[in-house]
């Protein structure tokens, strides 16, 4: 019968090499959507949850035999799942009623768990929750943007010259579409024109994606507005 506390190199290659791959699937996506947490991030993660849970399982295995000694393989694991969640916060922004950075938060977490499921040698679990992933952050994506997208805030960003009287307008435009706005934001803009400019930014929530050619249009033909943009916050 194997020693279960005992593992070759050849089975420790096979596991880290496979955290690196699954974690840059996962990573290449985020990545790709220019988040925080991109390649290198999430491959690091899972690589090191793996060594961790390698290290919790067989690191002490000189120590087996000794007669006050217990070994729990699952406590090394327990903590990387807590600690996990430091990192995690750190790509979740707060801006008024705008919170964006979740979905980086939670791959960065389930990365850190297929670490661990790899390091244990639990592949299948491992491979199959790699790929749900991926799917739920690629295709279900898309189907959020195509069918929830008017529930999405988007960051309506506006350079005028400091007028009376434009902010008024821009209003009565966006409440015509039945635009609702979350939250307004003005600073000053530097500009090497002799009239003072400020950006106005609107956090706001579309009814349809369709319209907002024609915001955009309406906002810009406005007297004193001199650009405009419209972004989506991003998860």
Same mark, same amino acid.
């Given at each position: ?81 807590? *600690? ?28 850190? *768990? ?6 244990? *040698? ?114």
């Amino acid at each position: 019968m194997e020693n279960p506390w005992v593992i070759d190199q050849l089975h420790i290659t096979i596991r880290l090499v496979l955290a690196l791959f699954l974690g840059g699937l996962i990573g290449f996506e985020r990545e790709v959507s220019s988040h925080a947490a991109g390649l290198r991030t999430h491959i690091l993660v899972c690589v090191g949850s793996a060594l961790v849970m390698l290290l919790s399982m067989y690191g002490f295995s000189a120590f087996v035999n000794e007669v006050n000694v217990r070994i729990d393989p699952s406590r090394l694991a327990a903590q990387v799942i807590s *600690g996990i969640g430091f990192l995690g916060a750190g790509t979740i922004m707060f801006n008024g009623r705008s919170i964006t950075g979740l979905t980086t938060a939670a791959s960065l977490w389930v990365v850190a *768990g297929i670490g661990l499921a790899i390091g244990a *040698g639990f592949y299948y679990p491992a491979v199959l929750v790699c790929f749900m992933v991926l799917i739920s952050l690629f295709i279900l994506n898309k189907v959020e943007h195509k069918y929830f997208n008017g529930k999405k805030v988007r960051v309506l960003k506006i350079q005028a010259i400091d007028q009376p009287g434009t902010l008024g307008l821009i209003t009565t435009i966006l409440g015509k579409r039945k635009i609702d706005i979350k939250q307004i934001k003005l600073e000053e803009s530097e500009d090497d024109s002799k009239d003072n400019h400020v950006q106005i930014t609107f956090h706001v929530t579309i009814p349809k994606p369709s319209i907002i050619g024609l915001v955009l249009e309406e906002t810009n033909q406005i007297q004193g507005v001199t650009g405009v943009a419209i972004e989506n916050s991003k998860n």
